[in-house]
């Protein structure tokens, strides 16, 4: 019998025989967990056996078969090798992702899952969810090939598979220390103590080549390594998930009645379809959580990233044009160069560029693309690239934009890159400052640069298109030392590379008309 024959055979009697199964039936159904057979109407075999092996308990307390709601079957349609999930609370990703897991330890001989919560708290949790697994298996498979072994305290040991499951806390000095994993969850990454990029850090270097790997987490604040890896998930080949509150059906309240909608929840009925009971519950939430309901009960994958401190940029308009920008019409560089408006022959343009060292952490060298005439954002460029590297992408596209002026500016890193820009890259449209090329920021030209910045995004936010630029915008704020940036552990170098943009083109026009 072939796999494909045996997977179908198999694969429609799974509630009726799955106690009776080998440990080599366990490997054939290991090999298939992601197969979608007919003979399951096109459903992933691990997601039906979710459904018939695994339990769970209820919110009403009650021990009942693991099935998958709205955000878990969205997860599973999406599912990549590395997954990053942005959600609102109690969405079930943690035991959606434990149970899968799961299955991947017990017919996978040789694997090694492990899981990482926020808090030791979490992480006993988890393992009860775990435990509950294993004690609800069939007789026959505990009594056989998943019989336990003896284990650590929350690790379960199956020596037969020459499998084990794990669950620690992210304060574990020596989490997945020494470890070869296959499967990895990094559970509410937004909330680990200590230093998170370090410790993740280290975690992947355990995984093997072919690992899975999900982070997870509900947002807490812009910055931190949770909100990095988000961002940057374009650039590293993460696959984005993001779960609304609306997702979960047992989020609704009494209904609202029609006449008192604001335009504000008429939109979200119209744009999610969302009830007057979900509107009644988005009532509830913002009386009990007040400014914290975004946060916690995420409505989109921008405003639940809330910002400390004072913003300097007007919240109101910021969050209004990021809820209306579209998606670029291209992407290269691995998302790190996004474009909207590709170049017009006939028009002129402005790039400015923010440049950075170039390191793979730190600031980025960031771009911005503007046409001189409408003041429109074109292009962006943020990305870990400097020196020649950075001269060569800046002016290649540049010259795109029919011959744009290169706005560089030249603090710090930023004379190496004039110096590249003249020899070897040749570029000669140069933007010159009192007879030297480059933009100098002082502490006179930052504030008024940035007030510039804050102008246009009430009075002409349509010029803004980048979602990327909106955010920083948004976490842009006064800081405890009395000057103004990005928030701690947050970016500004989109911020830094419009807002001199646009200075330089209100003193280039100012030019022309003299």
Aim: aromatic content about 8%.
């Amino acid at each position: 019998m072939t796999e494909c024959e045996w997977l179908a055979e198999k694969g429609s009697a799974i509630e009726l025989h799955f106690q009776h199964y080998s440990r080599e039936e366990l490997e054939w159904f290991g090999r298939a967990l992601d197969r979608r057979p007919r003979s399951l109407g096109g459903q992933a075999l691990g997601t039906a056996l979710t459904g018939k092996l695994l339990l769970v308990r209820t919110r009403a307390g009650w021990t009942a078969p693991l099935k998958a709601n709205a955000a878990q079957k969205a997860f599973e349609r999406q599912r990549g090798q590395r997954n990053i999930v942005l959600k609102a609370r109690q969405m079930g990703i943690t035991t959606w992702t434990a149970a899968q897991f799961f299955l991947r330890t017990i017919t996978r001989p040789g694997t090694l899952t492990l899981q990482v919560a926020h808090t030791r708290e979490a992480a006993e949790e988890i393992f009860r969810i775990v435990h509950r697994f294993v004690d609800w298996l069939p007789r026959e498979l505990r009594e056989g090939p998943l019989r336990t072994g003896r284990a650590n305290v929350r690790q379960i040991v199956f020596p037969q598979m020459d499998a084990q499951y794990r669950v620690v806390s992210a304060g574990d000095r020596n989490a997945g220390r020494g470890l070869t994993v296959q499967n990895l969850h990094c559970s509410e990454l937004a909330r680990w103590p200590g230093d998170p990029a370090e410790t993740l850090a280290g975690l992947r270097a355990a995984m093997t080549p072919d690992a899975e790997l999900i982070i997870e987490s509900t947002p807490d604040g812009v910055g931190g390594c949770f909100y990095e890896e988000w961002q940057k998930a374009p650039e590293t080949g993460m696959v984005r998930h993001f779960f609304p509150w609306w997702m979960e059906r047992s989020y609704r309240a009494r209904a609202v009645e029609e006449p008192t909608l604001s335009a504000e929840e008429s939109a979200l009925i119209e744009r999610h379809g969302l009830t007057l009971e979900q509107i009644g519950y988005r009532r509830q939430l913002r009386a009990s959580f007040r400014g914290l309901t975004a946060q916690e009960y995420a409505e989109d994958a921008e405003s639940c990233f809330l910002a400390s401190g004072e913003p300097v940029f007007e919240l109101a308009a910021v969050e209004a044009r990021i809820k209306d920008v579209a998606e670029p019409v291209e992407r290269r560089h691995n998302g790190a160069l996004e474009i909207w408006l590709p170049p017009v022959p006939g028009k002129s343009y402005l790039m400015a560029v923010d440049p950075a060292g170039g390191g793979s952490r730190g600031d980025y060298s960031a771009a911005q693309v503007i046409e001189m005439e409408s003041g429109l954002q074109c292009a962006e460029f943020a990305g870990h690239v400097g020196g020649l590297e950075l001269a060569r992408l800046v002016s290649a596209l540049a010259a795109e934009y029919n011959q744009a002026m290169l706005v560089v500016e030249r603090n710090n890193h930023g004379s190496g890159v004039l110096a590249y820009l003249d020899a070897p890259c040749g570029y000669r449209r140069i933007y010159q400052q009192d007879g030297q090329p480059g933009w100098l920021t002082t502490s006179m030209s930052r504030p008024a640069a940035l007030g510039r910045l804050g102008a246009a995004l009430v009075d002409a936010p349509e010029r803004f298109q980048s979602r990327r630029l909106l955010a920083e915008c948004r976490s842009f704020v006064r800081l405890a030392n009395g000057g103004i940036g990005a928030q701690p552990g947050a970016h500004d170098d989109r911020v830094m590379a419009m807002a001199i943009g646009l200075a330089a083109r209100a003193e280039l026009l100012e030019k022309r008309k003299r």
